[in-house]
């Protein structure tokens, strides 16, 4: 039985009837799991953070210390290993490494990131692009456990799709800057000059939701384009879309893409993620440069345009999920990479 510490940016994990918090019982069974949680309602960022690392620096008798990501949580979950004398384990979700730096946050905490992963006894990341970025910056290739993150697709493949609209285009994404939602809204507005038939629904909230909206208007489709907000049915808005689209300028997976695929959408998305290893280019989507909206909107326009080619990425795409791990294998193959970690140390 490991004793486990695992540093996180995400309070859902202390609820053990969310889908985060199940995923976590799952990873962590037969194991011991203590937490530290970066996020604490009331309290200012700053304040948040010194408070962990206080509590870090009281870290004792855990056998291994995992961290959501290699920055904040990555530097606490370092201080934390020193002082309990433990095995340091660092999850990299985004690729950080296997991308350009999205922002001025982003390029001044990598060089804190690339200090935490080389201690790391252990890394995991989600996508052989986030591997090949965690090699570029110098982590041994055998250290390095790729295991995607899980989704159970099973109420996304059972779907009836009979009711689907084939001219309504679907995005599921929190509305922050890197999702480049604006990107999309400027694709869209190109697409609709020649498909005014087609409408976008938005399904997800988020700091630039009044600034996408107005965009909206100031290209004159707002009346196309519904932002649905957040919803915890994503599933309905899956079952009546014909096309499902991610513009993001980065991701570390793709779990939306990955459900839309599961009920058999085209999918039109980004180069990031899964895109190349799940959703490749001509054969289980199409896959356009990040800021591109030109690119993104033609690609949508042949999606729309031909039904046969519409049918052919569904398909595929849904053979594609068909052949990724389940959760429990991924739970196993965390597990797994947390014992390695603890080996390494030892």
């Known amino acids: 039985v490991m004793r486990i510490l695992s540093v996180t940016l ?21 194991h011991n799991v203590s937490y530290i949680v970066l996020d604490a309602p009331g309290r200012s960022k700053l304040a948040t953070l010194f408070s962990a690392a206080s509590e870090a620096r009281r870290a004792r008798g855990f056998d291994v210390v995992t961290a959501q990501d290699p920055f904040f949580c990555g530097w606490i979950a370092r201080v934390a290993s020193k002082a309990s004398n433990a095995a340091l384990h660092i999850q990299d979700h ?69 009711r689907a609209m084939p001219n309504q285009i679907l995005c599921i994404s929190r509305l922050e800057a890197e999702k ?48 649905a907000g957040a919803s915890d049915d994503v599933a309905t808005y899956v079952s009546r879309a014909g096309v499902y689209v991610q513009p993001s300028y980065f991701e570390g997976w793709g779990l939306a893409v990955i459900e839309a695929a599961a009920a058999g959408l085209p999918i039109v998305m980004t180069d990031v993620g899964c895109a190349g290893e799940v959703i490749k280019h001509e054969e289980s989507g199409l896959v356009v440069p990040p800021g ?55």
């Not at 976590?24 to 037969?30: L, N, S």
């Not at 990107?183 to 507005?189: M, N």
């Not at 020649?194 to 004159?220: M, N, Q, Y």
């Open 94 to 162: 985004s690729g950080a490494f296997g991308r350009s730096a999205f922002d001025t946050r982003e390029r001044l905490l990598r060089p804190v990131a690339k200090y935490v992963l080389r201690k790391a006894d252990r890394v995991r990341t989600v996508s052989e692009r986030g591997k090949r970025g965690l090699v570029s910056i110098g982590i041994a290739e055998d250290k390095i456990d790729v295991i995607p993150i899980a989704t159970d697709v099973s109420r996304f493949s059972s779907l009836d799709r009979s």
């Open 180 to 227: 480049g939602i604006g990107v999309l809204l400027s694709a869209f507005a190109i697409l609709h000059e020649k498909h005014p038939e087609a409408s976008l629904v938005i399904v997800g909230d988020g700091s630039e939701r009044k600034t996408l909206e107005k965009l909206a208007r100031s290209f004159h489709i707002n009346d196309a384009v519904l932002f």
């Open 292 to 346: 591109n909206a030109h690119a993104l909107a033609d690609a949508l326009g042949r999606v729309l345009n031909d039904e046969a080619l519409r049918r052919a990425l569904g398909e595929a795409a849904r053979r594609a999920i068909a052949n990724l791990p389940g959760p429990d294998a991924t739970a196993e193959a965390i597990r797994r990479s947390l014992q390695a970690a603890l080996k390494v140390s030892s």
């Open 10 to 30: 995400d309070r859902r994990v202390l609820d053990p009837h969310s889908a985060v918090g199940k995923r976590q019982t799952a990873y962590y069974r037969d």
